[in-house]
């Protein structure tokens, strides 16, 4: 069964920058696409960002484009996300999740199984 275990999230200011970090265990994921996401309460959860095998792909939100980065390191099983020029609207619950496919962790991400606890992150104005 797929483990994902989010870190770094935390308390920011507006214009600061956080650093995610995703560890997934249980499978193999150099073969894998991963992506992020993130939900405030009361909201759907939302795709952030997501990058294919060998990171040759990534696509990005709206709202993330121009001040996220997603990167993985395979080695490591692991995905990571720099937030840079935080917003309020920033602030929610992120997550990292896998998949098959870039369709599976982007339009289809819905349908993902064994989401994390996530990690918070608040942007204070």
């Known amino acids: 069964q797929v483990q994902l275990v989010e870190s770094g999230g935390g308390l920011v200011q507006a214009g600061g920058s956080l650093s995610l970090s995703c560890v997934a265990s249980?499978?193999?994921?150099?073969?894998?696409?991963m992506g992020w996401y993130r939900q405030t309460p009361g909201k759907q959860r939302e795709m952030v960002a997501g990058?294919?095998?060998?990171?040759?792909?990534?696509v990005y939100a709206d709202s993330a484009k121009g001040r996220f980065t997603i990167s993985r390191d395979n080695a490591k099983n692991s995905v990571y996300l720099q937030m840079n020029d935080l917003k309020p609207e920033d602030t929610a619950v992120y997550y990292c999740?896998?998949?098959?496919?870039?369709?599976?962790?982007?339009?289809?991400?819905?349908?993902?199984?064994?989401w994390g606890q996530g990690t918070q992150v608040t942007v204070s104005s």
């Open positions: 990058i294919s095998v060998g990171s040759r792909s990534r």
């Open positions: 249980g499978g193999t994921f150099s073969t894998a696409a």
């Open positions: 999740n896998v998949g098959p496919s870039m369709n599976a962790i982007t339009t289809a991400f819905d349908r993902l199984l064994s």
